[in-house]
Each structure stands twice: as structure tokens, then as C-alpha cells.
């Protein structure tokens, strides 16, 4: 199974200022078609999780242009440029290449 | 709009069984690859299952292989997950997802709790 790997587990951030979460995998996440098949979720309290960014920097509908992501290979990041209150939560990256689908543990983003 | 509604969690005995549902809306049912995910109380998601447009294919983690049986009903636009010979470490929430390689809408989960 593919690991993934998120660091840190929890994050404290100003409102305003920005914030980054880190995501590794254990193989490369790029697929025959060109594609790397990863993508970020955000879980609000009590929510199930929602979509954010899938193959690695593709925004999906209705989410902020605040959210980006980065990376290829094994080495992936997501960034808020400027973090609201609205952000808080645990974000989750996962790998869509292979079955298992396979989550990383989660990073926690609280508004300090 | 995309609409998915899970139904079906319940409190259970160890060993017995459930069947959880997800009623699908707003789009073309047939056309999409859907999954199962579950979230234990407190921890993070983990995929457990998924089936393919027309149902010929169907996948599953190994914790949960022999015990577990995804289905769809394309007519109903309804999903399926028969679980028999529930365990303790089996409670969780239970979200069922729509998607390939990317789970872009997701049910609002239902709570699957097994204990004596």
C-alpha cells in the first residue's frame, strides 16, 4: 500500500498570515496518463470532508483562490495564502493512484 | 445539485450484521465509480471499499475483505454496504463518496456503532 506521510499534525496560524502542510508519499503518485493522482480535503467539525484540490494543484469548484497546491513525484504541499476563520479544521491528503486509496493521518489547523 | 444521503447506521451486537445506503441526486448515477470511507471515532479516513459505473468490479481493504459486499442499484441510483460479522473495531462513520481517482462530493456519513 502507498503511505502517506503529512506534516505537521497540527498547525496555530494568525488570521491573515498564511500557512503551508506537507504531504509525502511512498511512490511516485504519477499515473500512465500524465496525471498525479493526489488530492487535498478539508474536514470541518462534525462535516464530512470536502474537496479542495485534486492533481495536485486543480482548485475545485466554489473553493477559494486563497488554497494552492504544489508538488509532482512523492513530495506535495498545500498552502493558504492567507488563512480565515472559516479554515479551521483537519486537512487530509490522499492518493488516487492506486487501491487502496490511502489518506495521511491529517493535520489539524487551528486560528491562534 | 449533487446530493448524497447515507441512511441505515444503527447500534449492533458484535458478530451481527447492517446494511448502510446512500441515496444519490443530482447527477448522472450510472456514470460514476463510488466508494466507501470511514472515519473511527476520533481518528482519520480510511477507504474501505469501492465499485465500478456498472457494478462488474468491485474492491475492498483488506480489513474488511469476506466480511463486507458493496452494491449499486443504477435504477434506484442507490449504493450499498452489506457488512456481516461486525466487530467492535468496526464503529465508525461511514461516508460514502462519488468518484475515480478524486472523491469530489461525499455523503454526510451515518454513525455504525458495534457493541455488546
Known amino acids: 500500500d502507498i503511505v502517506m506521510t503529512q506534516t505537521p499534525l497540527s498547525l496555530s496560524v494568525i488570521p491573515g498570515q498564511p500557512a503551508s502542510i506537507s504531504c509525502t508519499s511512498s511512490?511516485?503518485?504519477?499515473?500512465?496518463?500524465?496525471?498525479?493522482?493526489l488530492c487535498w480535503f478539508l474536514q470541518k467539525a462534525g462535516q464530512p470532508p470536502q474537496l479542495l484540490i485534486y492533481?495536485?494543484?486543480k482548485r475545485f469548484s466554489g473553493v477559494p483562490d486563497r488554497f494552492s497546491g504544489t508538488g509532482s513525484g512523492t513530495d506535495f504541499t498545500l498552502r493558504i495564502s492567507r488563512v480565515e476563520a472559516e479554515d479551521v479544521g483537519v486537512y487530509y491528503c490522499?492518493?488516487?493512484?492506486?487501491?487502496?486509496?490511502?489518506f495521511g493521518g491529517g493535520t489539524k489547523v487551528e486560528i491562534k | 445539485e449533487v446530493r448524497l444521503v447515507g441512511s441505515g447506521g444503527d447500534l449492533v451486537q458484535p458478530g451481527g450484521s447492517l446494511r448502510v445506503s446512500c441515496a444519490a441526486s443530482?447527477?448522472?448515477?450510472?456514470?460514476?465509480?463510488m466508494h466507501w470511507v470511514r472515519q473511527a471515532p476520533g481518528k482519520g479516513l480510511a477507504w474501505i471499499s469501492s465499485i465500478n459505473t456498472d457494478g462488474s468490479t468491485t474492491n475492498y481493504a483488506d480489513s474488511v475483505k469476506g466480511r463486507f459486499t458493496i452494491s449499486r442499484d443504477n435504477a434506484k441510483n442507490t449504493l450499498s454496504l452489506q457488512m456481516n460479522s461486525l466487530r467492535a473495531e468496526d464503529t465508525a462513520v461511514y461516508y460514502c463518496?462519488?468518484?475515480?481517482?478524486?472523491?469530489?462530493?461525499w455523503g454526510q456519513g451515518t454513525q455504525v456503532t458495534v457493541s455488546s
Open positions: 492533481e495536485v494543484s
Open positions: 443530482g447527477f448522472t448515477f450510472s456514470g460514476f465509480w
Open positions: 511512490q511516485s503518485l504519477l499515473y500512465g496518463d500524465g496525471k498525479t493522482y
Open positions: 463518496a462519488r468518484g475515480g481517482r478524486t472523491f469530489d462530493y
Open positions: 490522499m492518493q488516487g493512484l492506486l487501491l487502496p486509496h490511502t
